[in-house]
């Protein structure tokens, strides 16, 4: 099938002239004329009652001329001017799809809906929503949730910037405030699940889109319930999204009265299931594969600190356990499990303390594919404890020092450090988010 010349005279100018691919403004005032402007996909500017939208300033368009005149003001050749000077081949939609739309970023597909019926239907369909998440993660964002004069907001940080240059200061964009105190559960195709801290629920929100589900029940049940461990991730094999909660009576003094439950975004109630299996120091399962996992105290072991994952299947809804890598015989402190390139990841101090290890499991589940990634000697960390949040294609990795509130950059391949340079407040717990038009129907 092919489209019209009207279709590839716009792809056309959008490559040539309109829009510059990796970047996320307009850079020239031509195609904005051409194609109408939307309200954010036709969306509200409110997430409910609770939410405010805080957009950034937009970029100004880029003054220079596309072709001079007397006045110098900006022209544009005529269809029928161009169609006569340089007549242009018919595209096949298979190559506007895959070279064009498809490496566009959200903000200007819910613009591009408007260009003629065939991209609205195509852009809102759910398979070309998930086939540009897969092929759309060249621009991840750091987010966290931060409390700032008395409300609570969600902000971004850029990746690229600390990976390319340390003296250009990375800003932070406001996403939206609330009066309410939310909690970044964690963040998967494009979505983010949101807990709220005095309503006891769960809200799962596209940000680029601005779609939002319905709130959870509360996960409380009575006044002597409170929220250990939890977990949000994706089940891949019925195409739903969920959430796991421990919940404890804390007036049970070995904390041995739990219940575990389950819910589904879409559906109208929570549902038990066998009990958490296990002790940890970390609260938040990382999610990798179909499954949470948290690292665990083995139970039955005479040495205390021995430790094992403990991992949920979310489609069969069952525990299971992930053997940690090979330590060589030597004892491991400060234990901690992340996720990297969609690895699961391990990171410990030697027994000596002067040394930071970090394992990547290639393949989930293999112990064999347990690699050896880095270890920086701890001097260069400042001594501190640090968490890993991103790995660039050429080794470069972003950490975060919570206590000063810092960005780490280690360059795996040349050991050098360095501290870029950060305009606004980090949170203590921060999550790799990639804009998509994903819109699950709950």
């Given amino acids: 099938m092919f489209l019209s010349k009207q279709h590839v005279y716009t792809a056309i100018f959008i490559l040539e002239r ?9 850079r020239k005032k031509g195609f904005q004329q051409f194609c109408c402007r939307t309200r954010n996909g036709g969306g509200s500017d409110k997430m409910g009652d609770d939410f405010k939208i805080l957009k950034p300033k937009p970029t100004s368009p880029s003054k220079t001329p596309l072709h001079h005149s007397q006045n ?15 007549p242009l081949p018919e595209l096949p939609e298979e190559l506007i799809i895959n070279e064009i739309l ?3 970023p959200v903000r200007s597909l819910l613009q591009f809906k408007c260009v003629c019926k065939s991209w609205n239907t195509l852009i809102s369909d759910p398979q070309f929503a998930k086939t540009h998440q897969k092929a759309s993660t060249a621009n991840p964002l750091l987010v966290t949730s931060v409390i700032h004069s008395g409300k609570c907001e969600i902000i971004s940080y850029p990746v690229k910037p600390p990976l390319e240059n340390l003296s250009t200061p990375v800003e932070s964009i406001s996403i939206f405030g609330t009066r309410h105190e939310y909690h970044i559960i964690d963040s998967f195709n494009g979505l983010l699940c949101l807990y709220d801290v005095s309503q006891y629920n769960f809200t799962l929100w596209n ?6 589900s319905e709130t959870s029940p509360t996960n409380v049940l009575s006044d002597y319930e409170f929220m250990t461990y939890h977990g949000f991730g994706y089940d891949h094999v019925n195409d ?6 421990v919940m404890r009576n804390p007036a049970v003094v070995d904390h041995r009265e739990i219940v575990t439950r389950i819910y589904t975004f879409g559906e109208n109630s929570w549902r038990t299931v066998p009990n958490f299996p296990g ?3 970390v609260w938040s399962g990382k999610f990798v594969s179909g499954t949470l996992n948290w690292l665990v105290y083995k139970r039955g072991c005479g040495n205390s600190n021995q430790r094992g994952i403990l991992s949920f299947d979310l489609g069969k809804e069952t525990f299971g356990e992930v053997l940690l890598p090979q330590h060589d015989g030597y ?7 992340y996720v990297l390139s969609n690895c699961l990841c391990v990171c410990f101090d030697h027994s000596n303390k002067n040394h930071w290890g970090v394992w990547m499991m290639n393949q989930y589940g293999v112990t064999e594919s347990w690699t050896k990634l880095t ?8 001594r501190h404890l640090v968490d890993p949040l991103f790995i660039s294609e050429n080794g470069v990795l972003i950490l975060l020092n919570s206590i000063y509130s810092k960005f780490v950059r280690y360059n795996l391949n040349n050991g050098r450090i360095g501290y870029p340079k950060i305009l606004g407040k980090l949170g203590r717990e921060m999550h790799i988010y990639h804009e998509s038009l994903v819109s699950p129907q709950w």
């Fill in 18 to 26: 309109g829009f510059h691919l990796s970047s996320l403004t307009w």
């Fill in 72 to 86: 110098d003001t900006v022209s544009t050749p005529s269809v029928s001017e161009t169609d006569a000077e340089n």
């Fill in 102 to 104: 498809l490496r566009l």
């Fill in 207 to 212: 940000p680029s889109i601005n779609l939002k």
């Fill in 240 to 245: 739903k999204y969920k959430v796991l909660v």
């Fill in 279 to 281: 002790k940890s120091h």
């Fill in 331 to 337: 004892d491991v402190r400060n234990c901690g499990l």
């Fill in 375 to 382: 270890i920086i000697p701890r001097k260069k960390l400042m």
